[in-house]
């Protein structure tokens, strides 16, 4: 696996982003911005502290020869332990999509949990997306209902405040078998990760992304779709993609004309040829 781009960018104070690599994997970890207040753990957000506590876990655990839903359990162990050790509380304890992909002998693992998608090329072949089912349209679902809304005549701020109330209602029951799992301070979460294994052809190419990044496809159509993505990637354009999405996010801070949860979100990406 040859990491051959990687962007991490946000326009808050912490960014609650990561992207990293090693010589046989990849990851983008994306930490679920606070409803509300949260108090700071060691000096940033408590996103950006479990997206960085993970980030640095990943990139030294050893791995070799186990699946990564072990890997996963390992890494829920540890994120539980830190959060304890730094006072974080089992109620309300942050969390975070995270995407991991792994090369091993002509084969790539995935274990996906949460909302950042992973796209994947072989060569010659069209884009396929994976992303884990549990989240598969459920945003997409809900923003389209602000959408039905404002074009009703509802405001901005009546339609959002009925999407945010879902939310809440959400997050509220995460990592319980009522709501959906991510990653956290419980085990169960790791059982419930979409995990694959397939078979790849050298020169296959592969994106792991934040759904910040995602943006440019959807809702802001700066590309056409996932294969123009890829493309502006592949071809070192995802700085300049990245510039024209924060434009695009700022000429509509109402999220009137492109529905969406927050002005502007984390963007990450990260793009390997295996």
């Known amino acids: 696996m040859r990491v051959l781009r990687s962007i991490s960018r946000s326009d808050k104070p912490d960014n609650e982003d990561a992207a990293g690599c090693r010589p046989d994997g990849l990851w983008v970890i994306d930490g679920a911005t606070p409803l509300g207040d949260e108090v700071q753990v060691d000096g940033r957000s408590p996103a950006a502290w479990l997206s960085a506590v993970a980030d640095a876990f990943l990139a030294q655990v050893p791995w070799e020869g186990r699946p990564l839903r072990a890997v996963l359990r390992d890494l829920v162990g540890h994120v539980r332990a830190e959060g304890r050790g730094a006072g974080l509380p089992a109620d309300g304890f942050p969390t975070a999509t995270l995407s991991l992909a792994r090369v091993r002998d002509g084969r790539l693992d995935l274990c996906l949990l949460g909302d950042s998608p992973v796209l994947l090329r072989p060569p010659g072949a069209t884009v396929i997306e994976f992303v884990d089912p549990q989240f598969a349209g459920v945003e997409e679902a809900l923003l389209e209902r602000v959408r039905t809304e404002l074009d009703r005549g509802e405001t901005a701020a009546d339609a959002y405040a009925r999407a945010h109330a879902h939310n809440r209602e959400r997050r509220r029951w995460r990592n319980t078998p009522r709501g959906s799992w991510m990653l956290s301070d419980v085990p169960a979460a790791a059982e419930h990760a979409y995990a694959t294994t397939l078979a790849v052809a050298p020169g296959t190419e592969l994106v792991a992304m934040s759904d ?36 695009a996010e700022r000429a509509d801070p109402s999220c009137s004309r492109f529905p969406r949860f927050g002005v502007s979100d984390d963007a990450s990406a990260i793009y390997a040829r295996l």
């Open 212 to 247: 910040g990044f995602a943006r440019a496809v959807r809702p802001f159509g700066l590309v056409r779709d996932d294969t123009e993505l890829l493309d502006e990637i592949a071809a070192g354009r995802e700085a300049e993609l990245l510039d024209r999405l924060r434009a």
